[in-house]
């Protein structure tokens, strides 16, 4: 571990993946795709399309879309990894279908829970013959962990959802594999270190940084809206504890959401915080405050991979320490997209190839 006297001034690392990404579809992959392959190997991409991703054939059609936009960017290496979008019918033959396909998981999105959930499972039990083959044939069930229930406070969503619904859950299908999407609080990271079982959580660099303080300061900031919430500064901390602590049940997933800045900036703003431009720079800024720089490879580059029993990437990344300022706005498709941390400055910058 460095003193303050003495930081590091470069990171390297084993290339990390991102357990979990929007990347949307049509013109917007230009812009959002070259930013996670430019520091990713592997990206584990978001069913959540307007219609949403339900069938292994339509799941390959868009990691061809994907493929070819990162392709266009010269990034010809970066690998979309495909999940399903679980429905009230999605059939069990469709998941020896997509095991067959290599697609990587099956997406949980209660109905309402979120951005394009409204296809979502409106009853769990409607799922159970789905996710008896998916326990069988070990295809992962990657959740949205929030209930919707407008008489549940929206700060308690997730942990309300640990009780209700995963739990019992994992209680009727004790060998599936669970991750606990983009964790938000400390009940979360507190039962999945201690629960039986395959059970993991992605965490997000924003939720690692940020407490709820972040979305009212100064006035409402709606680029720093998004599902789950952020919460308190002690469910931060208990975040932050998770990722360092070198537990292999925690990994990345930036949950990277992009929206166009109008629909942000919004009445009725949409939830999701675009941090793809300069993901690993906020991870790195988010475990150097935490002096614990030396377990972000860990974190970034084998825990992901170890759980979906995937090779771990060979070749590696470098952080720099540079102070640099990612632009306030990329163009997005007809319109622009603002990015967390735009036009502030960071304190670690990718290293581009040699
Ligand atoms: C995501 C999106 O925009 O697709 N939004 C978000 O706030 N996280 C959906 C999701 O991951 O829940
Ligand atoms: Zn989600
Ligand atoms: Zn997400």
Known sequence: MSTPHNPPQTLTIIRPDDWHLHVRDGAALHTVVPHTAAQFARALIMPNLKPPVTSTAQALSYRERIRAAA???????????????????????????????????????????????????????????????????????????????????????EAVFIDTQLIPLRRDFPALKVVFEHITTREAAQYVQSAQGAIAAS?????????????????????????????REIHRQALVDAATGGSPRFFLGTDSAPHATHLKEHA???????????????????????????????????????????????????????????????????????????????????????
Not at 85 to 95: A, G, M, N
Not at 211 to 226: D, E, K, L, Q, S
């Open 71 to 157: 392709v266009a960017a010269g990034y010809s290496a970066f690998e979309p990894l495909m999940t399903l979008y679980l429905t009230d019918h999605l059939r069990p033959d469709e998941i020896l279908r997509a095991k067959e396909a290599g697609l990587v998981g099956v997406k949980l999105y209660p109905a309402g829970a979120t951005t394009n959930s409204d296809a979502g499972v409106t009853d769990m039990r409607k799922t159970y013959a789905t996710l008896e083959v998916m326990q069988r044939v070990g295809m992962p069930l990657l959740v949205h962990g929030e209930v919707t229930s407008p008489d549940i406070d929206l700060f308690d969503r």
């Open 268 to 354: 009725s703003g949409c939830a999701g915080c675009y941090t793809a431009h300069a993901a690993m720079e906020l991870y790195a800024s988010a475990f150097e405050a935490a002096n614990a720089l030396d377990k972000l490879e860990a974190f970034a580059s084998f825990h992901g991979p170890d759980f979906y029993a995937l090779p771990r990437n060979t070749d590696q990344i470098t952080l720099r320490r540079e102070s640099w300022t990612p632009p306030e706005s990329y163009a997005f498709s007809e319109t622009s997209l603002k990015p967390l941390a735009g036009g502030e400055v960071l304190h670690w910058r990718m290293a581009l190839p040699l």
């Open 203 to 231: 965490i997000t660099a924003h939720h690692l940084l940020y407490n709820r303080n972040a979305i009212f300061t100064g006035g409402m900031r709606p680029h720093y809206y998004c599902l789950p919430v952020l919460k």
